[in-house]
């Protein structure tokens, strides 16, 4: 039987050593990514279907400045007690209508175009009276699925903080038959 030198056994630990000072940095790095750059969300409800659905697990990037109309984030909801997933339909100064009878939804006098609905605006969860102008530092959002949506529509939800904002969603990674990107 041989016996392993000094400088076999020398030479495993600092193998050792450096393999697991590389696996500590990537954990770090992984950190800080997940930290301060983007977090994995999962959806949860029915409130986005048919352009996210229940379990859906998303990439959503920090959102340095304001978020655009259209954008998916994600968002802390104080009142709820839990993270929403909606579409911003108005941000800071813009102002918002809806016709409950047509189911039309307006941004500043102009009718939106949105071919993701579910289905149409009928239901008035009595949170505002219309039309209703955005505050500052503050967005508008709704679920693509309206009538099971509980969203700034409501006094529960109403108009969502730009520091509750966690994230712009832009990826869905799971269930994996549906990865991709969430925009065209």
């Not at 983007?38 to 959806?43: A, E, I, P, S």
């Not at 609905?117 to 505050?135: A, K, L, S, W």
């Not at 969203?151 to 904002?165: A, C, L, M, P, T």
Request: overall charge negative.
């Amino acid at each position: 039987m041989e016996q392993k030198t000094k400088s076999e056994s020398g030479n495993f630990f600092e193998e050792l050593i450096d393999w697991l000072s590389s696996l500590l940095v990537t954990f770090l790095i992984m950190l800080l990514i997940f930290t301060f750059i983007m977090r994995v969300v999962r959806v949860n409800g029915d409130s986005m279907n048919m352009t996210l659905i229940n379990g859906d697990g998303l990439i959503a990037v920090r959102i340095y400045g304001t978020p655009d109309n259209g954008d998916i984030i994600v968002a802390n909801s104080e009142s709820l007690g839990e993270a929403i997933v909606k579409r911003v339909i108005a941000t800071e100064g813009q102002t918002v209508d809806i016709d409950f009878e047509t189911g039309s939804v307006y941004v500043d006098g102009e009718l939106l175009s949105e071919s993701y609905i579910n289905n149409p605006t009928i239901n008035d969860e009595r949170g505002h009276q219309y039309p209703v102008t955005v505050p500052e530092n503050c967005v508008f959002v709704m679920g693509d699925n309206r009538q099971n949506s509980l969203d700034s529509r409501s006094s529960r939800v109403g108009f969502v903080k730009e520091s509750d904002i966690i994230g712009k969603a832009v990826l869905r990674v799971f269930p994996f038959s549906s990865f991709g990107g969430l925009y065209d």
